[in-house]
């Protein structure tokens, strides 16, 4: 059974880092594209960060303050964040897609994990 779980939500001050992991289990993502998307209340799941192999892409919003790595020993990708701003709370979420097309597109995604809270305050 495929899972992907992530971690490392929680509540942090503007202009604080977290860092979010998402353990993949089930296979091997090995040639996966792993994308992070977030979606904050009231709002639909848009793109964060991706990274397939040794490429990476961000959203506008998020480039210079995110950076997205892969540890494929662990089979986890991570996100760290820095400087965050309050426009960043969102349930965060972590896909997977076997392509790397399309890499912005939540709906083109197979594998989803289950979200993890991130609360910036002002």
């Known amino acids: 059974q495929v899972q992907l779980v992530e971690s490392g939500g929680g509540l942090v001050q503007a202009g604080g880092s977290l860092r979010l992991s998402c353990a993949a289990s089930g296979r091997t993502f090995s040639g996966y594209t792993m994308g992070w998307f977030r979606q904050a209340a009231g709002k639909e799941r848009e793109f964060v960060a991706a990274?397939?192999?040794?490429?990476?892409y961000y959203a506008d919003s998020v480039k210079g303050r995110f950076t997205i790595s892969g540890d494929n020993t662990k089979n986890t990708v991570y996100l760290q964040m820095n400087r965050l701003k309050p426009d960043d709370t969102a349930v965060y979420y972590c896909g997977a897609r076997n392509r790397e097309s399309y890499f912005d597109d939540p709906g083109r995604y197979d594998y989803w994990g289950q979200g993890t809270q991130v609360t910036v305050s002002s």
């Open positions: 990274i397939r192999t040794m490429t990476t």
